[in-house]
């Protein structure tokens, strides 16, 4: 099994900025793509980043520009910094990463963390 535990959110003004980080841990063999995802009250939930294995990035057109997706390799970890945080980006956080497992098998995951509460107040 893999397990993603994340961190890095909280309360902040219109304008400000957060740094999620997510870690995984667990039965790695390798991992391929990473990504943030989002979900609002009464939403489904949505897409804000993703990166691959190769550094390849991509963004919702809504978070172009303010936030930014990184990875370090070394450390199974994945960041999104968030920076000119709007009130619309109020949302529960989902970091989710694709791999393939040890093991013999070579399965592969696809896992999710337990969310982080991201609330930016105008």
């Known amino acids: 099994q893999v397990q993603l535990v994340e961190s890095g959110g909280g309360l902040v003004q219109a304008g400000g900025s957060l740094r999620l980080s997510c870690a995984a841990s667990?039965?790695?063999?390798?991992?391929?793509?990473m990504g943030w995802y989002r979900q609002a009250p009464g939403k489904q939930r949505e897409l804000v980043a993703f990166?691959?294995?190769?550094?390849?990035?991509s963004y919702a057109d809504s978070v172009k520009g303010r936030f930014t997706i990184s990875r370090d390799n070394a450390r199974n970890t994945m960041y999104l910094q968030m920076n000119s945080l709007r009130p619309e980006d109020t949302a529960v956080y989902y970091c989710?990463?694709?791999?393939?497992?040890?093991?013999?098998?070579?399965?592969?995951?696809?896992?999710w963390g337990q969310g982080t509460q991201v609330t930016v107040s105008s």
């Open positions: 667990g039965s790695i063999r390798s991992i391929n793509a």
């Open positions: 990166i691959t294995s190769g550094g390849s990035t």
């Open positions: 989710n990463v694709k791999g393939i497992a040890m093991g013999i098998a070579m399965q592969p995951y696809d896992s």
